[in-house]
């Protein structure tokens, strides 16, 4: 079956009303999902890769069929603009298409289409908007071509640097500057900011949750209260590498014992300093990682997040006093540095009050969630006001072809963003 049909099969045709139309977003859905689809039902749609280009480009044609004025910046973020009844600071919505390898068909897109539905929807209802809208694409937002991530929003916002796009090479060993001339584009051109970004009021973006609190909540649409900071706490416990056979128990001097007592001594951290608050240890390299041989070293990374920056960083002392402590119980060495450490976005409660007075309207029962992934937005929110929502995923699903939203929840989450929308321009 086809996503298009996949997507109408239990779709609500009541929810067809203010100028929305759920079969045209299910058939942008389905149009986006032939780009860089693969047997699975996934697809790969690398940042800065023809597949990426092409999805923007069928999304430019859309633009452009509602009247937007189209246009492209040095990162190949892409703006389709619609003025309003006067001048003055923008109201922006969007996200990114490009998706990990074997990614889904919702992550992203949603929130491109969503806005765009947004437009077409005030198209039919003859709807002009009080000041200036524009719907965004920003490029490369998962990262998976150089390992990065965000480096659309980041040009963007001014915040790249020569030094850090030195460093980026994809698969084929292809530089940074040969990637984005299929963007007809150069360094310098990439670097320079876009003086857009002064002009932006807001900032709003839809995206799947990519989590199962709606799903548990049996709510299709949610309100994002912040996004988590990563950051990245790399430890490394030194012990004695011996026999494993003829080392006495007493004597030894172990980086695996310490490493798995951290481990578990870090689960119940996280709540101390808050109720968003995570910490998770995902990667272990044992050295020399021989099945007869007490270990020399063990590497570990902690990854720590929280939408508060205040309460990250105290779980980090923690941790890393943790660390420190348990290694000298241990008499072994350790050593620990953060390699990432990215600013904490809350996002603005009077902005999340207003999102859910509309929700209320529609009959939502709104559900405040915190993003534990990086988003668009959190680049944008470092100096722009935004506003996210989320809409159900099934299973909780995403970087993966099962990743799935009903279309009822999609065309829902598109009327909460379109009357937050007019609500903040009209109240401006
Ligand atoms: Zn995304």
Redesign the pocket.
């Known amino acids: 079956m086809t996503l298009y049909k996949k997507l109408l099969t239990d779709y609500n045709t009541e929810l067809n009303h203010s100028g929305m139309n759920g079969e045209r977003l299910a058939t942008r859905l389905y149009e986006l999902s032939k780009i860089g689809s693969l047997e699975s039902g996934g697809i790969t749609r690398l940042g800065y890769s023809t597949e990426e280009k092409q999805a923007k480009e069928l999304v430019i044609g859309w633009m452009k069929e509602a009247g937007l004025e189209v246009t492209m910046d040095g990162a190949g973020n892409v703006f389709g603009r619609l003025e309003g009844k006067e001048n003055g600071p923008t109201i922006m919505s969007g996200?990114?298409l490009d998706s990990v390898p074997n990614g889904g068909n919702f992550?992203?897109p949603l929130g491109v289409l969503a806005a765009l539905e947004v437009v077409e929807a005030w198209k039919a209802t003859g709807y002009t908007p009080p000041v200036p809208y524009e719907v965004a694409i920003f490029s490369d937002?998962?990262g998976s071509r150089f390992n990065s991530g965000l480096t659309g929003s980041e040009a963007f916002m001014g915040k790249l640097t020569n030094e850090y796009l030195d460093q980026l090479f994809d698969e084929e060993g292809k530089s940074f500057d040969e990637v984005i001339k299929t963007y007809d584009s150069n360094r310098e051109k990439f670097l320079t900011p876009s003086s857009k970004n002064k002009d932006i009021q807001l900032f709003a973006e839809v995206?799947i949750e990519q989590g199962k609190v709606l799903e548990k909540q049996e709510q299709p649409v949610g309100v994002v209260t912040g996004i988590a900071g990563p950051a990245w706490m790399e430890v490394t416990f030194e012990g004695k590498a011996g026999h494993a056979g003829n080392t006495p128990m007493d004597d030894r001097k172990d980086p695996v014992i310490a490493a798995g007592m951290f481990v578990s001594e870090i689960e119940p951290l996280p709540r101390k300093v808050s109720d968003s608050a995570v910490a998770t240890v995902g990667k272990l390299n044992v050295h020399p990682n021989g099945s007869n041989v007490i270990a020399q070293k063990v590497e570990l990374m902690v990854d720590i997040r929280d939408i508060k920056e205040e309460p990250r960083d105290k779980l980090i002392d923690l941790i890393s006093e943790k660390a420190e402590s348990i290694a000298k119980q241990r008499g072994i060495e350790v050593t620990w540095n953060l390699n990432t450490k990215v600013k904490p976005l809350p996002i603005q409660e009077e902005l999340q009050e207003k999102i859910a007075v509309v929700m209320k309207e529609l009959n939502i029962t709104p559900t405040y969630i915190p993003s534990g992934?990086g988003?668009d937005s959190m680049i944008l929110g470092e100096r722009i006001p935004v506003a996210m929502l989320f809409a159900r995923s099934k299973a909780g699903i995403s970087h993966n072809p099962e990743e799935w939203t009903s279309l009822d929840d999609c065309v829902m989450s598109v009327h909460v963003l379109k009357r937050f929308l007019e609500r903040v321009m009209e109240e401006r």
């Open positions: 996200s990114h992550d992203g937002e998962e995206h992934a988003h």
